[in-house]
């Protein structure tokens, strides 16, 4: 029987969690592992200076661990710790809000399914778009349409694996109606960046980073597919962030150096 991993980074009580568990029951031996607590927006993070603490449930009748870390941790532990050998399919997510463009490098849905990557495993991410910004106090969000696509990509992954120089598949399913899907390439921005000054009862400076949503991007990328066609998207994610032509347009750079 395969082993199949889910982790995310919303916490071990997400209600994404929870419908990621349902969505892949029944592909294989199931086991979640994930933060005690909410850990978005922390990227491929991995607590080396700190123990991690562990603690067994059950989450929709498989086993269920919380870690006291990161989802990267989470993916280390499950892999060595509880499985202690690795499961033939990692499942991060379902993340509550999307993971689009360039700016998923800070996701730590795709930070874990990349750590899953590194450790030789096939990996998606799966993340529900929503016009409303999902708070700390987690919604009862339908999440049915997107454990379907789930479960349907997974089932793709244990069939056929993944193509060639693929390491992850990043997927973000908008809120129904769904229009279709498409294979995407990544914009690159997701949010504006924008940075609001505040003060504490003490004059102190303090700031919030925030953001608005970029509406639309280029055809072909996450952000349109998502935002504007209303489809689902999945982007073909590989683990080597070189740009490959760029080694032979930097050589003057090297011979400049070696110059002194």
Same mark, same amino acid.
């Given at each position: 029987?395969?082993?199949?991993?889910?982790?995310?980074?919303?916490? &071990?009580?997400?209600?994404?969690?929870?419908?990621?568990?349902?969505?892949?029951?029944?592909?294989?031996?199931?086991? =979640?592992?994930?933060?005690?607590?909410?850990?978005?927006?922390?990227?491929?993070?991995?607590?080396?200076?700190?123990?991690?603490?562990?603690?067994?449930?059950? &989450?929709?009748?498989?086993?269920?661990?919380?870690?006291?870390?990161?989802?990267?941790?989470?993916?280390?532990?499950?892999?060595?710790?509880?499985?202690?050998?690795?499961?033939?399919?990692?499942?991060?997510?379902?993340?509550?809000?999307?993971?689009?463009?360039?700016?998923?490098?800070?996701?730590?849905?795709?930070?874990?399914?990349?750590?899953?990557?590194?450790?030789?495993?096939?990996?998606?991410?799966?993340?529900?778009?929503?016009?409303?910004?999902?708070?700390?106090?987690?919604?009862?969000?339908?999440?049915?349409?997107?454990?379907?696509?789930?479960?349907?990509?997974?089932?793709?992954?244990?069939?056929?694996?993944?193509?060639?120089?693929?390491?992850?598949?990043?997927?973000?399913?908008?809120?129904?109606?769904?229009?279709?899907?498409?294979?995407?390439?990544?914009?690159?921005?997701?949010?504006?960046?924008?940075?609001?000054?505040?003060?504490?009862?003490?004059?102190?400076?303090?700031?919030?980073?925030?953001?608005?949503?970029?509406?639309? =991007?280029?055809?072909?990328?996450?952000?349109?597919?998502?935002?504007?066609?209303?489809?689902?998207?999945?982007?073909?994610?590989?683990?080597?962030?070189?740009?490959?032509?760029?080694?032979?347009?930097?050589?003057?750079?090297?011979?400049?150096?070696?110059?002194?």
């Amino acid at each position: 029987m395969v082993d199949v991993l889910v982790v995310n980074d919303d916490g &071990i009580f997400s209600p994404g969690l929870r419908a990621a568990v349902r969505a892949v029951k029944g592909l294989g031996r199931v086991t =979640a592992v994930a933060p005690a607590t909410q850990k978005s927006g922390v990227g491929r993070s991995i607590s080396l200076l700190t123990p991690v603490s562990i603690a067994e449930l059950e &989450i929709e009748g498989v086993k269920a661990y919380a870690v006291d870390g990161t989802p990267v941790d989470a993916v280390l532990v499950g892999i060595y710790g509880v499985l202690k050998r690795k499961p033939e399919i990692i499942v991060s997510g379902i993340n509550l809000g999307e993971n689009l463009s360039c700016e998923a490098t800070t996701s730590g849905t795709v930070g874990a399914a990349m750590e899953g990557a590194s450790q030789g495993v096939a990996s998606i991410a799966v993340s529900l778009h929503s016009e409303s910004r999902f708070n700390e106090v987690q919604p009862e969000v339908e999440l049915e349409h997107c454990a379907e696509v789930l479960r349907r990509c997974a089932e793709y992954v244990l069939d056929r694996g993944l193509p060639e120089g693929v390491d992850v598949l990043n997927i973000n399913v908008p809120e129904e109606p769904v229009r279709g899907a498409r294979i995407t390439r990544l914009a690159r921005r997701m949010y504006t960046t924008r940075l609001q000054e505040r003060r504490d009862p003490r004059g102190r400076r303090y700031f919030w980073i925030d953001g608005e949503p970029v509406r639309d =991007a280029e055809p072909g990328t996450d952000v349109h597919a998502v935002r504007v066609e209303r489809c689902i998207s999945i982007s073909p994610l590989s683990l080597d962030l070189t740009f490959h032509p760029g080694i032979e347009q930097l050589d003057d750079l090297t011979r400049a150096l070696e110059k002194g």
